[in-house]
């Protein structure tokens, strides 16, 4: 175990050559979003702009896509097919400002046919980050289902059907990859089902980067918080040699393991326990994956500086009135002043 230093992280930065275009720093698919969380989707794709990535794609819903595109003309929306909840029959006991007077309601959960919009993306992409703010389920759906207690209407189960298609179809490409929130949720949950009701569970692809807080690795290891929280190291090394991937433990002092090297992050403050600051994190590791870093390598620096802009963030207007936006006008901060160290 070490402590990330400065003369370290400096060495990862990635040359940036004048003989260059968009491309040359690699494209970015961020798969991200829902209709409760459009600002994940805003944050972890520019967060990679920012980080030096020269062309980032977010595939997500159309109402999610509009959300954005109306927030940054950087990025590139790739609007994919949604599945509603259908109703078979609306449970005539059911009263009618319950009902919403409707027949079906678009809740924009991602239907699994969409994998075939995005094909030609997952080819084409340096990096595939997956999961910020993509939502296990939709708190309307579960909503109307408790309210109307019956049995013969089709529920959408969020985005479970999709996430564990565009699973499948991940595993055997080479790109890194970046999954975290709900994408560690959706594993978490298949994991630890009976095997009566799965088959072998799908595993995180090869080149893999995953960024839990405690919460999100302790379902993901099947115990509880205060031990995670109790010997951080042992258990982000212990994860990271059963999933494969480098693992980031978020949080104070975040660790960084690919299992068989470990380092402590020294940068970062409170001002970061705020919503919003992992998909930050989420797109300056993958923007860091884009210009040609190795998995461990990106994880490091991405973690770093996204401390580091905590702390220059804080400085400047306290550790109360941090958001998660301005993170991303403090990375172009935190780069000039690695470099000038």
């Known amino acids: 175990m070490q ?9 990862l930065l990635p040359p940036r050559q004048d003989n260059s275009h968009k491309l040359t720093f ?17 944050l972890s794709s520019v967060a990679a702009l920012r980080m030096g990535a020269g062309y980032v794609t977010l595939a997500s819903s159309p109402g999610v896509c509009q959300s954005v595109s109306g927030l940054t003309p950087n990025i590139v929306m790739h609007p994919l097919l949604t599945r509603p909840i259908v109703y078979a029959k609306i449970n005539p006991t059911m009263p009618e400002s319950m009902s919403f007077g409707l027949q079906s309601i678009d809740t924009e959960s991602i239907d699994v046919k969409a994998l075939t919009q995005i094909h030609t993306l997952l080819e084409k992409a340096s990096v595939i980050t997956v999961g910020s703010g993509l939502s296990i389920a939709q708190s309307k759906d579960e909503y109307i289902a408790s309210a109307t207690q019956t049995s013969n209407m089709e529920i959408a189960e969020g985005n479970h059907g999709f996430f564990f298609a565009l699973l499948g179809a991940l595993q055997t490409r080479s790109q890194s990859m970046v999954f975290d929130a709900d994408a560690l949720n959706f594993m978490s949950h298949r994991l630890h089902q009976p095997p009566r009701q799965s088959n072998t569970p799908l595993l995180f692809p090869k080149n893999s980067i995953i960024t839990p807080h405690p919460k999100e690795l302790a379902r993901l290891l099947n115990i509880d918080v205060a031990a995670i929280q109790a010997d951080r190291v042992h258990y982000a090394t212990k994860a990271a040699q059963q999933f494969r991937a480098v693992v ?6 975040s660790v960084i393991s690919n299992g068989d090297s470990t380092f402590i992050n020294p940068t970062g403050n409170n001002a970061l326990a705020k919503a919003g600051t992992g998909d930050v994190l989420t797109g300056m590791i993958g923007g860091c994956c884009a210009q040609g870093m190795s998995p461990f390598n990106a994880a490091c620096l991405g973690v770093f500086l996204h401390g580091l802009c905590g702390d220059l963030a804080a400085s400047d207007v306290s550790n109360y009135c941090v958001l998660a936006s301005d993170l991303i006008d403090y990375i172009p901060k935190a780069i000039k002043h690695l470099l000038t160290l």
């Open 248 to 253: 980031v433990l978020k949080g104070h002092h």
């Open 3 to 11: 402590i990330l230093s400065t003369q370290y992280i400096k060495t």
């Open 26 to 42: 690699g494209h970015v698919l961020n798969i991200a979003g829902s209709i409760h969380y459009r600002g994940a989707a805003y």
